[in-house]
């Protein structure tokens, strides 16, 4: 039904959703944070790029899409320049950020999830890839921070939401209905995504360690 090239171009527009997406919550993020100008520029491009371009330099399939195609550094500055043009401060717009937020999970995990299986790579990198996708500009964004990355404990399941649509992208993948997994993953990563939000879904912590003696390499935060 729909040609390799179809499929392609499809898988390029929903990533560039993606980058747009990610690129105006970094770029929010450095104005919370007070940043200059130049700093929503650069919390943007990372953010709108980060994940994309660590799941290339692991694919190891060339240079990072993100620096051979023009369209993804004018989409994640554009998402910056609009941070600095849109005040974002009613409540109108701060509901959109979260549906933004929502839909790039899917965005993301199911382009990553599928260049990894175009790659040749089995189901589990397949997935593995795609939550990298989604988590790696958040991650670098709140590093850059000089913050905890918000996807290790206290978020609201948003690596699960990620996990879930790479899920159903690897499936509808293996029975060649790439498109329908597109827009499955977009669909049930999204409502998740806002349905944890909503109602404060949260990944349980891990037990609490107590260790008394000093580990080689292990250092224990000071009471």
């Known amino acids: 039904?729909?040609?390799?090239?179809?499929?392609?171009?499809?898988?390029?527009?929903?990533?560039?959703?993606?980058?747009?997406?990610?690129?105006?919550?970094?770029?929010?993020?450095?104005?919370?944070?007070?940043?200059?100008?130049?700093?929503?520029?650069?919390?943007?491009?990372?953010?709108?790029?980060?994940?994309?371009?660590?799941?290339?330099?692991?694919?190891?399939?060339?240079?990072?899409?993100?620096?051979?195609?023009?369209?993804?550094?004018?989409?994640?500055?554009?998402?910056?320049?609009?941070?600095?043009?849109?005040?974002?401060?009613?409540?109108?717009?701060?509901?959109?950020?979260?549906?933004?937020?929502?839909?790039?999970?899917?965005c993301w995990a199911s382009v990553g999830t599928q260049r990894a299986l175009t790659a040749g790579l089995s189901w589990l990198p397949a997935i593995m890839l795609g939550v990298i996708t989604v988590i790696g500009g958040g991650m670098v964004r709140d590093v850059l921070l000089g913050r905890r990355p918000a996807v290790f404990g206290g978020n609201t399941l948003y690596a699960t939401s990620a996990l879930l649509a790479s899920v159903e992208m690897l499936v509808l993948a293996k029975l060649q209905l790439p498109v329908l997994g597109l827009f499955l993953a977009i669909g049930s990563g999204a409502t998740l995504s806002l349905l944890a939000r909503h109602y404060h879904w949260v990944m349980p912590a891990a037990p609490r360690l107590h260790i008394a003696i000093e580990l080689p390499g292990i250092h224990r935060r000071r009471r």
Do not use: H, K
């Open 1 to 106: 039904m729909f040609g390799n090239q179809t499929i392609d171009l499809m898988v390029s527009i929903v990533d560039l959703v993606g980058v747009f997406a990610n690129a105006v919550l970094g770029g929010i993020s450095a104005r919370l944070a007070r940043l200059d100008f130049f700093g929503v520029c650069v919390l943007a491009i990372a953010s709108g790029l980060g994940g994309g371009m660590l799941r290339d330099v692991l694919l190891q399939q060339g240079t990072a899409v993100a620096l051979t195609d023009p369209y993804y550094l004018v989409v994640s500055i554009a998402g910056a320049v609009v941070v600095l043009v849109v005040p974002f401060e009613s409540a109108r717009s701060q509901q959109w950020l979260l549906v933004m937020d929502a839909l790039a999970i899917g």
